[in-house]
């Protein structure tokens, strides 16, 4: 199914390549797909830097799978999901009875991806208590699981994953400088999807190839009008945001021809209405954007619209809220 989708996307833009699910035809990608490859031969550790929804995930597999590697495990962990005591026992392990709840030993990421690959993802995030743990297992090869007492010799080759800059982490005192120059080594940018040309066209048929595979609706054309405002638009969410205005576009309308009502409104350039006590910079509470998440089933562009506010204000405070 993917290669037919490939092939018939060939058909319209002969020089599209597919790099590890990345599509693209972008020179920007294609040379940064370079780098990839060539970093990947290394053991070297390396921040892939972009926004929200850019790639940086199938990045940190591409170069784990291109990497010698390969044959080894591959583990991920999200820093922003767990707190300080849970992420340390989530990455080094901890032993039975270390803390309430550790019944039993537990085996951390860092020896389960021994021989392979450990993608820290939101390493910004991880909470500065555990940094230092960090820190000495990317100089030493060793830890000590929580609790415990003898060290763990582990060969594991670190990517790691921020859509900030680590930099600005240190100037606010969050994040240790020389952990930081540990972790990136050879830092990778991602480009923005607005930034790079002809990828929002491409992108767009490749999400349409894939939901015509499902059958309910069959689209063979773009109005010319929306491929105005799909390429007119800032992508904030970059590829995951567009994936899901296409499907957006599949669940909630009909007929062969993608068409601008099938666009959520922000890109239809329709202004949300506004609650009459909202003020301009108003914040929405939490109740209010866990329902308009709820409703929307939770596409914030869609949710931001219903709230009347911008989605950057939207995102700022589900972040404040720590709402994901
Ligand atoms: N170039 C691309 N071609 C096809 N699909 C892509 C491309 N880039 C990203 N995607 C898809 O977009 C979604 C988001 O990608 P991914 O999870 O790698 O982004 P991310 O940078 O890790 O985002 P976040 O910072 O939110 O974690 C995924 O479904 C991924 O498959
Ligand atoms: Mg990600």
Known sequence: MRRDDLTALTERFPGVVDFYGMITTAPSMIEFFERVRRVARTDASV???GETGTGKDLVARAIHALSPRAGGPFQAVNCALLTGDLLASELF???????????RDRTGVFALAD?????LDEIAEIPIEVQARLLRVLQEGRFVPVGGTEPVQVDVRLVSATHEALRLRVEQGRFREDLMYRVRVVPMFLPRLADR????EVLTWW???????????????VHPAVRAALVGYDWPGNVRELRNVIEHAFAIGEGSTLTLDDLPPELRGVQPQRRPSDGPD????????VEALRKTGGRKAEA?????????TLWRKMRELGLR
């Open 47 to 49: 921040l892939v830097r």
């Open 93 to 103: 392990g901890h032993v039975r009875g270390s803390f309430t709840g550790a019944v």
């Open 115 to 119: 021989k392979g690959t450990l993608f």
């Open 197 to 200: 040309v002809g990828d929002v």
């Open 207 to 221: 999400f349409i190839l894939q939901q015509n595979a499902f059958g309910l609706r069959v689209v063979d054309k």
């Open 282 to 289: 108003e914040l929405p509470d939490r109740e209010l954007i």
């Open 304 to 312: 931001a619209a219903l709230l009347g506010t911008s989605r950057s």
